[in-house]
């Protein structure tokens, strides 16, 4: 690979020093009619690249993409998202179109004479109203989502707080209570990793996943609350399957909430996610053979996990902060529950 | 002003200590060149981490220093990079680099004036910018590396050294960096604004400025609007920092302790950094419009379509772009009511920027389109505003946002709306005007080569960034390895890399036109593209106050190009009205 940066590198520029030496004796250094009509027709050429890369793109990489959302949330975001998405195609077709195809319509010649065409009040009203129309519509189905999303009813709610620290994630479940005791940074010693306050009575029955803990579990079907905080710097939940995010900032409590809408066999199951997850084990498996030939270990197998991954800059493992998110039946998921020592057992 | 050409020059006040707009200018478009080569080179250095992860190769060895082991990048200097990386290109090359070059060149030019209204405050902004840079570049060699929070700078990672060790005095030196490159714009923009309201020539009404001179008009007063308060973010975070003050820190917990801070909070940080950051990427873009604006007119041999609509749309697009900050910050834990205000602003902003690029479209149909490079850099920039634009409307979107907040998305987003076109602009300006700044013509066939080479590696990068990103893969990751569900995006980012290194390299042929046409380029004619702007009637050595005698006195707008009854395809705005003829 190196070998052949360093080719390409020296092929470069020794064309583009070939091209100078050559270039400068030239006289013309404004664009003639043969310049217009050469570089018109490779704005026509440009215009099939780029139309060309778009549709390579989407029959190419449409299989990395995320698959449909695993929340019941995130599935009203996907339609947004959809509408959103086809407008903006539609426009991107037509309008790149209009670009490239006028400039080589109207490349340049000596003979003809450009019109004189400064105003008109119709095409502008048109331009103008059209976006505004289209914009207004997207306005209000985004805010109607919008609230949707970030207005959650409470009632019997999952209440799960999601602790952000340099560079791991603990999780603690408010227990048979439903709120979470207190808990601030000034509180951390020992196992009590998350600062909470055990002399709140709320404390006593919250559940504790410590950064040992490489997964924790929600219910399918329930709605879930986030609480997020952090220890230290800025962090971001991010939980891209079921379409949610949100900050974890020191000082402050943020919320997010979703009902998880497909367990993770269900998910493991979606055709999709089969194709993706098909097509990372053979590209592991290829890489483990090149590994093994060198001495060195083959990658871990892999198994598709909901993720929880850190979306805000945080240093320098920040690339590494990662929880696993199992999604079960809710029977499955009380079983679990019940089987998890509170914080007054374990401290 | 009046005295020009009579006081003795020494080569100092010549070429160093100017206050001739002229040559301002040109320091500032050479000193944004050469912190555009080192934003770019940097560009190629992360891409290849991210391509090749965890790979050695010996360009590390050789630009790292001790960061890096062997030949492998280590995880500080990526975040290292890409915080450099950003700040250079938004702030030193974009801000800077465009509108410091191409108002200063343009302004006096193009309204008729002899100088800027004050040309010693000139050269102490140019000065201060050139100080700023030195800081910044120095930042790089501290021994624990340069400032790495990203080139937004959020505390508590930039205010902690605990937390990441670019946030010592590497940290120090960017906020006294940006604090000197505000004061730079600031004065900057005064002259800008105060030149172009009082200094017009005879004539030249508000309504008969070229679109150029808006724009700039316009970034300047939005600079001196929002500006003042990064500097004010900047110094809370300097106090926060070194005195140990807490406006933005709270109930913190690193290296084992609780640190004393109460009370304070990163959000407000993220206000204060997204009043100025928002309406920054408009002061990077709106001048690279100007400049399209005018270039396309001239070369389409036609008016601008709907002059006066963009104008309307500067001014909405000014006046909005100081109301939506808040979208960058959907998910910072911010009020939801206020996510779906930013929504309802943002998304309206997409009705100016509609309109523009419909008009400049329209301003191609039936024209008789000369396609000189800079032409081509104008046509390339509608294309990728558009496709940039675009995507923008997604990200407005707060319930969109939630997922592709800070992923590739983004960067793909705002590389092609900001990054890439207010690039294209700048090199159509620098090609279009080249004749006025060094009296020579720029080389037209490695123009085209390095314009089709760009727009290639352009598209060829941020295009299949958009998939990345919708696939869920968050930007500033060192690698992704870390997680094996990324695995299938390895061969895009190789292809990506690809794109950025023949990118980078293609940027290497406008260095050299640049450079070789400005001693062996061929000697330019008076009016080269027989545009019909102000700055081309004055003679090609530069004199000192622009005009021999005095000023010309303007009869006509500025896109009098092809009008029926005229001899000629274009008519210099200093013609006055023929017998009969119609002012447009
Ligand atoms: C050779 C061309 C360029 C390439 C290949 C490139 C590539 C990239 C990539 C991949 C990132 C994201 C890295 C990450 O998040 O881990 C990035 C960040 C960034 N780039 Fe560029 N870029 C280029 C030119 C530009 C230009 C012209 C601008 C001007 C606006 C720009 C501004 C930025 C900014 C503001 C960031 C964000 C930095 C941060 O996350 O703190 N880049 N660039
Ligand atoms: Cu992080
Ligand atoms: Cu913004």
Known sequence: ?347 | MSDHGHHKETFITKYIFSQDHKMISKQYLITGIFMGVVGVFMSMLFRMQIAWPEHSFSIFEAFLGSHQTDGVMDPDIYLALVTIHGTIMVFFVLTAGLSGTFSNLLIPLQIGARDMASGFLNMISYWLFFLSSLIMILSLFVQAGPAAAGWTVYPPLSALPQAIPGSGTGMTLWLVSMAIFIASSLLGALNYIVTVLNLRTKGMKMTRLPLSIWSFFVTAIIGVVSFPVLLAAALLLMFDRSFGTSFYLSDIFIGGEVLHYQGGSPVLFEHLFWFLGHPEVYIVILPAMGIVSEVMAVNARKPIFGYRAMITSIIAIAFLSTIVWGHHIFVSGMNPFLGSVFTFTTLLIAIPSAVKSFNWITTLWKGNLQLNPAMLFSIGFVSTFVTGGLTGIVMGDSALDINIHDTYFIIAHFHLVMGVSAIYGMFAGVYHWFPKMYGRMMNKTLGYWHFWITAIAAYGVFFPMHFVGLAGLPRRYYTNTAFPYFDDLADINVVMTWFAILGGLAQLIFLANFFISIYKGKKATQNPWRANTLEWTTPVEHIHGNWPGEIPEVHRWAYDYSKPGLDEDFMLQTVPLKEGEEPS
């Open chain 1, 1 to 347: 690979m190196l070998a052949l940066f360093y080719i390409f590198i020296a092929l470069v520029i020794a064309t583009a020093f070939w091209q100078i030496t050559n270039i400068f004796n030239l006289k013309e250094v404004i664009a003639t009619d043969k310049d217009n009509e050469t570089q018109g027709k490779l704005m026509l050429g440009f215009m099939l690249f780029f139309y060309g890369l778009m549709i390579f793109s989407f029959w190419k990489y449409y299989s990395v993409l995320l698959p449909e959302a695993a929340s019941l949330e995130g599935q009203t975001i996907e339609g947004l998202y959809i509408a959103t998405m086809l407008m903006i195609l539609i426009a991107q077709g037509l309008v790149q179109f209009l670009i490239f195809w006028f400039t080589y319509k109207y490349r340049g010649n000596k003979n003809n004479k450009a019109l004189h065409y400064a105003d008109s009040h119709k095409l502008e009203m048109i331009w103008t109203i059209v976006p505004t129309v289209a914009l207004a519509g997207l306005i209000i189905y985004g805010l109607t989502v919008w609230s949707d999303v970030m207005y959650p009813d409470n009632d019997k709610a999952l209440i799960v707080e999601v602790y952000g620290k340099q560079f791991d994630w603990e999780v603690r479940y408010a227990g048979k209570d439903g709120v979470l005791g207190k808990a601030n940074v000034h509180n951390i010693k020992g196992q009590n990793t998350m600062g909470v306050d055990m002399t709140d009575e709320n404390a006593k029955d919250d559940i504790h996943i410590p950064t040992t803990v490489k997964e924790f579990y929600l219910p399918k079907g329930r709605k879930v609350i986030f609480k997020f905080r952090s220890q230290d710097v800025l962090h971001s939940a991010f939980m891209p399957h079921f379409r949610a995010q949100m900050n974890c900032v020191p000082g402050m409590v943020t919320q997010f909430a979703f009902t998880p809408s497909m367990t993770t066999e269900e998910m493991r199951a979606n055709p999709k996610m089969i194709d993706k997850i098909a097509n990372i084990k053979q590209i592991r498996l290829e890489k483990s053979e090149v590994l093994l030939k060198e001495g060195k270990e083959a990658l871990e197998p892999y198994e598709f996990d909901y993720l929880l991954l850190c979306n805000k800059i945080c240093g320098a493992t920040h690339f590494n902060m990662q929880k696993k998110i199992k999604v079960v039946e809710s029977a499955e998921f009380d079983k679990w529950i019940a089987e998890q020592k509170t914080l007054n057992e374990v401290l």
